[in-house]
Antibody, heavy 117, light 106 residues
C-alpha cells in the first residue's frame, strides 16, 4: 500500500526558514517523480514544485522560485521541501504527491505551515 | 498560466437530482482531471483524461468536454457525493487547479 507521510510543519516567523519532509513507502520511490502541492482555504489548491526520479530535474511555480528547494533522498525514500524567506502568503497545508495517468494520484495527509509573527 | 474557473462555487442537491459542475480554461487544454475532497481528507483522483473514472468511482459520475470547456456530471446525487470537487490541467506548466465547487446535500 502506498503511503506518504509529511512532517516538519509549524509556525514560522516571516523571513525565516522551515524544512518539511515526506516519507514514502509501498512503492519504488526512486522510479517516480514527486511533487509538493499546497492548499489555502481561501485560494484552493496550488502546485508548488516537482522533482524528477533521479533528482536531477527540479521545477517550481514562479512565486516560490529562488526561495523554496525541492530535493529527495532515494536511499531512504524521502522527499523534502526547504522553504526559505517564508512569507505570510506561504501559509498553507502542504501535501506531497505522486502522479500517474490519473493525475496526482497518491497524496499525503498534509502538514500545516504557518508564516506569522 | 492557464486559469481554471469552476462554476458554481457552491451547489446544493437533493438525493436523486442531477448535478453538473463546469470548468472553463483561459486557454485550450488537452484533458481535464477532477478530484474529490471531503473535509479533513486529502484530495482523491476522481476523473482523469476528461472522461475516465478512477478506480472505485461510481458510474453515476461522468466527465466530458474539450478545448476550454469541461464538465463533471452526477446522474443521480447520493449522500456520499457531498464533497468539494476540483478540476486540474496538465497541459501547460504551472499545473493549475480550479477554485473548487462545494457540493452540499439539500
Amino acid at each position: 500500500e502506498v503511503q506518504l507521510v509529511e512532517s516538519g510543519g509549524g509556525l514560522v516567523q516571516p523571513g525565516r526558514s522551515l524544512k518539511v519532509s515526506c516519507a514514502a513507502s509501498g512503492f519504488t520511490f526512486s522510479n517516480y517523480a514527486m511533487h509538493w502541492l499546497r492548499q489555502v482555504p481561501t485560494k484552493g489548491l496550488e502546485w508548488v514544485a516537482s522533482i524528477s526520479p533521479s533528482g536531477g530535474g527540479t521545477y517550481y511555480r514562479d512565486s516560490v522560485k529562488g526561495r523554496f528547494t525541492i530535493s529527495r533522498h532515494n536511499a531512504i525514500s524521502t522527499l523534502y521541501l526547504q522553504m526559505d524567506s517564508l512569507r505570510s502568503e506561504d501559509t498553507a497545508t502542504y501535501y506531497c504527491a505522486t502522479h500517474s495517468e490519473l493525475g496526482f494520484d497518491y497524496w499525503g495527509q498534509g502538514v500545516m505551515v504557518t508564516g506569522s509573527s | 498560466e492557464i486559469v481554471l474557473t469552476q462554476s458554481p462555487t457552491t451547489i446544493g442537491a437533493s438525493p436523486g437530482e442531477k448535478v453538473t459542475i463546469t470548468c472553463r480554461a483561459t486557454s485550450s487544454v488537452s484533458y481535464i482531471y477532477w478530484y474529490q475532497q471531503k473535509p479533513g481528507a486529502s484530495p482523491k483522483p476522481w476523473i482523469y483524461d476528461t472522461s475516465k473514472l478512477a478506480s472505485g468511482v461510481p458510474n453515476r459520475f461522468s466527465g466530458s468536454g474539450s478545448g476550454t470547456s469541461y464538465s463533471l456530471t452526477i446522474n443521480t446525487m447520493e449522500t456520499e457525493d457531498a464533497a468539494t470537487y476540483y478540476c486540474q490541467q496538465w497541459s501547460s506548466s504551472p499545473w493549475t487547479f480550479g477554485g473548487g465547487t462545494k457540493l452540499e446535500l439539500k
